[in-house]
């Protein structure tokens, strides 16, 4: 049984959100399909998907923001964010593994949000989770989105804070405004992407697949583990498709191979 007084769990937000993704998804004519590592152990590896019908790839990386009643200053001269209390906060290494992939993978035309909740224990979360409202309930923000507003202060690659309430969201050292996209808004963004161009889900995940990679980046599988992958799938999408995925997962996030359902 989940004891409500938990502290909400990252693994457990991110079921609560892919699973609505999911059904957001499904609910305009898309067919979206989660990676699951435990593809990896089926004797063929192979997944149910359309790789000749077009779709895109949506990656979705989880942050559990830490709530907060009060603003605390970097410096004595930071100017103090307009923000609702309580308040959320998560930070971000612009210069780390985790965000240089996911950067990666949107310069890459990959559907790419950080999603984090606007609440932080199993109450409230077992109640959205209940109502179909976890996402309503959630901060979405493309990595560069994040990277902008970085840029609009000046600041350095590093360490950054990104502070959120309901309503409001910013990006620290000096706090810059954030544009946050919601729900309905991503789904008929990768609609109309879909449906609006003939690149096909194979073409994505080869454009993912041979992107560039930074030398100080995360880099590439071991080439040996990209043959052992390559030797047990379908054919080679569905193994670029398997070493992408686990690309994303490695890095604590979710890859959705999303496609048209009406063709």
């Known amino acids: 049984m989940i004891n409500l007084h938990e502290r909400l769990s990252e693994f457990s937000y991110g079921f609560g959100v892919t699973r609505e993704v999911q059904s957001l998804l499904e609910g305009i004519g898309l067919r979206p399909t989660p990676f699951m590592p435990n593809l990896l152990h089926e004797e063929e590896l192979g997944f149910d998907v359309g790789f000749k019908d077009r779709g895109r790839v949506v990656v979705l990386q989880f942050k559990l923001g830490h709530e907060l009643r009060r603003f605390h200053r970097a410096t004595p001269s930071q100017s103090v964010p307009e923000l609702e209390h309580p308040f959320w906060r998560f930070t971000v290494d612009t210069s780390g593994h985790q965000f240089q992939r996911l950067t990666e993978f949107e310069a890459s035309e990959a559907d790419t ?151």
Request: proline share 5%.
């Open 113 to 263: 949000y950080y999603v984090a909740p606007k609440f932080s224990d199993w109450k409230v979360y077992d109640s959205a989770f209940q109502d179909g409202k976890v996402l309503e309930k959630s901060l979405l923000l493309k990595p560069s989105e994040i990277s902008r507003g970085i840029q609009a202060q000046g600041g350095p690659a590093g360490t950054h804070r990104v502070v959120y309430d309901g309503l409001n969201r910013y990006v620290c050292s000096e706090p810059t405004a954030l544009h946050e996209s919601r729900p309905g808004e991503v789904a008929i963004e990768i609609a109309t992407r879909i449906r609006q161009s003939k690149a096909t889900l194979e073409q994505q995940i080869g454009r993912l697949y041979e992107r560039a990679r930074p030398q100080a980046g995360p880099g590439a599988l071991a080439v040996s583990r990209q043959e052992r992958i390559f030797a047990r799938s379908k054919d080679r999408t569905h193994g670029m498709a398997a070493i992408v995925g686990l690309e994303a997962w490695s890095q604590g996030a979710q890859l959705l191979l999303v496609t048209d359902a009406q063709g």
